[in-house]
């Protein structure tokens, strides 16, 4: 780098907003310019591309950002501070790789388009997931919001992708009619037959007279297989699986000894977003439990397990733990959003 380079980025830096950076910090930038300017000379010569060059790159980029985009500096003769507001690239892809929220209409709970389009499951059984993820098909009734004369006597088309692999499905396709006496207050409604061949999200777009009406997103799920072992606990197990949690395994835990349950009352349920350690209390004494966060050593958890009012055991874990309790049963999980799950289906029982 030449001695009019040099002079160049001096120029530029002292054009910088008050306070400039001080001396030692110009020599800092100067020097990473240089060798990256070397490493990019070399690299020419050799047409080879270094993991060294790659990281002085990422280096002379990251200046690069100082020099074009807006900072802020801090007023500090010893510390200069930058602050520069990057966009998050991967809100937008992240919020698109979710479910669509379902919504409740005369107290039934519908997948789709709030206002505009929405579908539930009239068939199979009750604990299964709204959408199996396999061969199995199944009816649903289908809802309709907008104008009547728009809807009603027109032909409707369901088509599926699912958002890993890109494969398209033809789920249906009927006429749409008059609400009638459904117990879904709406506009117009049908029906519909299909199945979504693989577990995993699926985009649902649905057009009426080949126009675009609704699209959105649900979760397709595996049925949940429950050993026998387990059967106990088959009703929890499943409103765990079709609400939200997909349970992906089940073992013993060691947690029989705190709760006074059989081994097999004491579950380990292997989730795609964490474990939850589920215990069934056979004689439904939930309430006479309860659990007191207490003061531990450095990196250590320490939870009071108290039933009828008397401290049984003391459970000393190396995270914090989240725990739920309702007469049946008492959840133990890491994961505060896993946790806050399992509270509502709590609830729901």
Not at 22 to 28: L, P, Y
């Amino acid at each position: 780098m030449s001695n009019q380079d040099l002079n160049e980025i001096d120029r530029k830096l002292k054009g910088m907003p008050k306070p400039a950076l001080n001396s030692q910090r110009k020599q800092e930038i100067y020097h990473s310019l240089e060798e990256f300017s070397l490493g990019r000379s070399k690299n020419n010569r050799t047409a080879h591309i270094t993991k060294e060059v790659f990281v002085k790159l990422a280096g002379a980029s990251a200046l690069a950002l100082v020099f074009v985009l807006s900072v802020i500096f801090t007023n500090n003769d010893n510390d200069e501070s930058i602050s520069i507001n990057l966009p998050d690239s991967q809100q937008g892809e992240e919020n698109t790789r979710k479910p669509n929220p379902t919504f409740i209409v005369n107290g039934q709970t519908l997948y789709g388009v709030k206002g505009k389009l929405g579908i539930r499951k009239v068939n199979g059984e009750q604990h299964e997931p709204e959408f199996i993820g396999g061969p199995q098909g199944r009816h649903y009734e289908v809802y309709f919001w907008g104008k009547k004369d728009e809807l009603n006597g027109k032909r409707y088309k369901m088509t599926g992708t699912h958002a890993e692999t890109g494969g398209k499905v033809k789920l249906y396709e009927t006429e749409i009619s008059a609400s009638g006496n459904s117990v879904i207050k709406a506009d117009a409604h049908s029906a519909a037959k299909f199945s979504l061949d693989k577990p995993g999200l699926w985009k649902i777009d649905v057009t009426v007279d080949d126009k675009e009406f609704a699209s959105f997103q649900v979760d397709a799920r595996k049925p949940l297989t429950i050993p026998n072992e387990y059967d106990h606990a088959k009703e929890m197990l499943h409103s765990i699986n079709k609400y939200g949690i997909n349970i992906q395994g089940i073992h013993n835990s060691n947690y029989m000894a705190f709760f006074h349950t059989k081994p097999n009352f004491s579950m380990i349920l292997k989730t795609d977003t964490g474990f939850i350690s589920l215990i069934h209390l056979e004689n439904k004494t939930g309430k006479t439990y309860k659990i007191i966060r207490k003061d531990g050593a450095e990196d250590r958890y320490l939870y009071q397990i108290i039933q009828n009012g008397k401290k049984k055991q003391l459970l000393d874990s190396n995270a914090n733990i989240f725990f739920n309790i309702n007469d049946e049963y008492i959840s133990m999980t890491r994961d505060k959003k896993l946790h806050e799950k399992v509270k509502a289906i709590f609830q729901l029982e």
